[in-house]
Antibody, heavy 123, light 109 residues
C-alpha cells in the first residue's frame, strides 16, 4: 500500500525548533519530488516546501524561507522538515505529500498525502 | 503572485443534484498546472483532477474539470452523500510555486 506517515509534531514555544518526519512506503520514494503543505486550524491549504527526487533542489514559501529546511534520506525513504525560529502563525497541521508522476515526468499536483501532524506554537 | 478565488464560498445542494464549483485566477494559468482536491473533516486532501481536466486514479467519472486561462470549473454531475466536503483548486507558477484557492464548502441542503 502506498503510504506516507508523518510524525514529530507537538507543542513548542515561540522561537523554538521542531523536526518533522515523514516515512514513505509502497512506492519508489527516490523517484518522486516531495512536499510539505500546512493547514492552520479552520483554514485552507498552504504550500510550504518542495524537494526534488535526489535532494539537490529545494524550494520554500516566502513565509518560511530562512527558518525551515526540507531534506530527505532516500535510503531510509524518509522526508524531513526542520523548523527553527517558530512563530505562532506556524501553528498548523503539516502534511507531507507526493508530487504526481505521469509517464515518467512530474506534474505539479499532489496525489498521495499523509494523515498530517499537528504543530502548535504557543507559550 | 497568482491568486485563486473560489466561488461560491458555500454551496448547499441535495444528493442527486449537479454541483458547479468555480476557480478564478488573477492571471492566466497554464491549464496543465491546475488541480482540484477534496477534503473531508479530519482527513487529508484527496487529489481529484490534475491538468485541469484529467481525473486522478480511482476518481469516479461524476467528477469532471474544465476551463482555461483564468476560469476553471469542477463539476460533480450527480451528488452522492460522500461528496459533501470542502474543495480546493491549486495552481503552479514561478513564485510562489504552488498556491491554493480558499476553498468551497459543499454542504447538504
Amino acid at each position: 500500500e502506498v503510504q506516507l506517515v508523518e510524525s514529530g509534531g507537538g507543542l513548542v514555544q515561540p522561537g523554538g525548533s521542531l523536526r518533522l518526519s515523514c516515512e514513505a512506503s509502497g512506492f519508489t520514494f527516490s523517484s518522486y519530488w516531495m512536499h510539505w503543505v500546512r493547514q492552520a486550524p479552520g483554514k485552507g491549504l498552504v504550500w510550504v516546501s518542495r524537494i526534488n527526487s535526489d535532494g539537490s533542489s529545494r524550494s520554500y514559501a516566502d513565509s518560511v524561507k530562512g527558518r525551515f529546511t526540507i531534506s530527505r534520506d532516500n535510503a531510509k525513504t524518509m522526508l524531513y522538515l526542520q523548523m527553527n525560529s517558530l512563530r505562532a502563525e506556524d501553528t498548523a497541521v503539516y502534511y507531507c505529500a507526493r508530487e504526481i508522476r505521469i509517464s515518467g515526468s512530474t506534474k505539479p499536483a499532489f496525489d498521495i498525502w499523509g494523515q498530517g501532524t499537528m504543530v502548535t506554537v504557543a507559550s | 503572485e497568482i491568486v485563486l478565488t473560489q466561488s461560491p464560498g458555500t454551496l448547499s445542494l441535495s444528493p442527486g443534484e449537479r454541483a458547479t464549483l468555480s476557480c478564478r485566477a488573477s492571471q492566466s494559468v497554464d491549464s496543465t498546472y491546475l488541480a482540484w482536491y477534496q477534503q473531508k473533516p479530519g482527513q487529508a486532501p484527496r487529489l481529484l483532477i490534475y491538468g485541469a481536466s484529467i481525473r486522478a486514479t480511482g476518481i469516479p467519472d461524476r467528477f469532471s474539470g474544465s476551463g482555461s486561462g483564468t476560469d476553471f470549473t469542477l463539476t460533480i454531475s450527480r451528488l452522492e452523500p460522500e461528496d459533501f466536503a470542502v474543495y480546493y483548486c491549486q495552481q503552479y507558477d514561478i513564485s510562489p510555486l504552488y498556491t491554493f484557492g480558499q476553498g468551497t464548502k459543499l454542504e447538504i441542503k
